[in-house]
């Protein structure tokens, strides 16, 4: 088996001296005579912060060139085609260097302190949550007991970055903006965890890589929507709560350009304001890892089945399961996009309405459901 990166002392310290995990093992081997005094949690630490941060810039930077690609289409234009050369592909990192190069700016009257630091917050929150996300079955930065707990209560926190950016900048704009962001995100936080507790309840965990796991048998199969049928309608209240989660048309009311300007962003400019925006994309990528995960099967696939019959090379192994869940999520990431640029903008009332009148009791309903189906297969195969 490869060595899964873990943070954390407690993690590191368990872990066994030989075998099992390549990673470790060769920085137990190397680490303390290349880094004398560097201790082996700090070092993995350091590693894992190091991967986080390249892949969120990474899916922020594909994510924002992929946007404008789609949206190019839908609206029968090309997009970025010039940058970089094929296809523009190097936009994303033309205006990368052109937001590190403005002027950052602090408006008059602000609160200073927190003006700043609500970018920080919000892009920290979803770091965290990211700890929680496994590259391969054999890949990942920690294997926590809650991790779908542990995502939804990190990416959670973004919401008082929000509502912090829109308080101290003194905009009315970024006010009304960040009310928005807390009333939207309080009426869908609740049928965003009851849709996931269909599949919860299938899997009987909260880890993501046992619950993908639990879905290998059966050639593709045994995919948690094939084994309760309320898992499906399920799947697709988490998909319309994880929009407004991640501030996503319809349901970008805390923005809304026609309205309030930008929204809770309206006094950003430079860096800051690309933190959001990478939190956004970062975020979206996090939700739809989600979704792959417990409803279209994680890492499993038929490829991946017949690569474990026939006893392929672990790593080979991994690099097909990674590939898997990359496609799954990039998968959410593009529905997402298209569902921006095909659906108008909703009314702040249609929001509420929609998020306490008809998606928490229709959760209600598939969570009540999956556990009395539940209930009754087990009760027939005892």
């Excluded at 994303?92 to 920080?120: C, N, R, T, Y």
Aim: proline residues 5%; charged residues 10%.
């Amino acid at each position: 088996m490869l060595n899964p990166i873990v943070t954390g002392a407690a993690l590191v310290a368990e872990a066994p001296a030989q075998g099992g995990n390549l990673t470790l093992d060769l920085l137990r081997e190397h680490a303390p005579a290349a880094l004398p005094g560097w201790s082996l949690p700090l070092i993995t630490a350091l590693i894992s912060v190091v991967i986080v941060i390249t892949v969120i810039s990474l899916l922020a930077m594909v994510s924002v060139w992929l946007e404008r690609k789609v949206s190019g289409h839908i609206q029968c234009r090309y997009g970025p085609m010039y940058a970089g050369g094929w296809h523009g592909w190097a936009q994303s990192i033309a205006d990368g260097v052109k937001l590190l190069m403005k002027e950052d700016m602090i408006p008059l009257g602000s609160d200073k302190a927190l003006f700043m630091l609500a970018p920080a917050l919000v892009l920290g929150a979803i770091f965290g949550a990211f700890v929680a996300m496994p590259l391969a079955p054999d890949f990942y930065f920690a294997d926590i007991h809650l991790g779908a707990f542990f995502i939804l209560g990190m990416s959670s926190l973004t919401t008082i970055g929000v509502v912090m950016a829109g308080w101290a900048s003194n905009s009315k704009w970024s006010l009304y903006g960040s009310m928005r962001e807390a009333a939207q995100v309080v009426a869908y936080e609740i049928p965003l965890g009851l849709s996931l507790m269909v599949p919860l309840m299938v899997a009987g965990t909260f880890n993501l890589l046992d619950a993908s796991a639990a879905q290998s048998d059966y050639w593709g199969m045994g995919w948690f929507v094939f084994k309760n049928p309320f898992v499906i309608p399920a799947g697709i209240l988490f998909f319309v709560a994880a929009l407004a989660e991640t501030k996503r048309a319809p349901f970008d009311l805390p923005e809304a350009e026609s309205e309030l300007v930008a929204g809770f962003l309206t006094e950003y400019s430079g860096i800051r304001w690309s933190f959001f925006f990478m939190e956004e994309y970062a975020a979206m990528y996090l939700m739809s890892l989600m979704a792959a995960v417990f409803f279209l099967g994680g890492f499993e696939s038929p490829v991946l089945h017949v690569a474990r019959q026939a006893e392929w090379h672990p790593i080979l192994c991994n690099l097909i399961a990674a590939t898997t869940l990359i496609a799954k999520s990039m998968f959410g990431v593009l529905v997402m996009m298209w569902v921006r640029w095909t659906l108008p903008r909703v009314r702040i009332d249609q929001v509420m309405t929609m998020g306490y009148k008809y998606l928490t009791p229709l959760a209600l309903l598939c969570a009540l459901g999956a556990a009395l189906w539940e209930a009754g297969k087990a009760w027939i195969f005892a």
